[in-house]
């Protein structure tokens, strides 16, 4: 069982930066696939970012390659995802997601996770 917590959220100007942090209890943290998602109001629930229980490898959206960073520590059982040059259409509620994995797993689908976060609110302002 992993309970999973989202922070880091707020507003931000057109052209900032956040960086969302993701906190995950228990002790097999490094055993979990990570993920990001976003939910804009009325829409489904979008894939962002992804990356392996071992962090060695991550994928993104293609729409968000460049500006979004998905890291974890598994020290500190937390999976990060810095956002930059944020634009007014990723305004949504971001959510972590986990799945118990092998090492070099990974997956953009959010059928495939097991565990969720209760979601942080982003908002960039125009």
């Known amino acids: 069982q992993v309970q999973l917590v989202e922070s880091g959220g707020g507003l931000v100007q057109t052209g900032g930066s956040l960086r969302l942090s993701c906190a995950a209890s228990?002790?097999?943290?490094?055993?979990?696939?990570m993920g990001w998602f976003r939910q804009a109001p009325g829409k489904e629930r979008d894939f962002v970012a992804a990356?392996?229980?071992?962090?060695?490898?991550?994928s993104y959206a293609d729409s968000l390659k460049g500006r979004f960073t998905i890291s974890r520590d598994n020290a500190k059982n937390t999976v990060y995802l810095q956002m930059n040059s944020l634009k007014p259409e990723d305004t949504a509620v971001y959510y972590c997601a986990a799945r118990y994995s092998s090492s070099y797993y990974y997956t953009p689908f959010k059928g495939e996770f097991d565990y969720w976060g209760q979601g942080t609110q982003v908002t960039v302002s125009s």
């Open positions: 990356i392996t229980p071992s962090g060695y490898s991550t």
């Open positions: 228990g002790r097999t943290f490094s055993s979990y696939a």
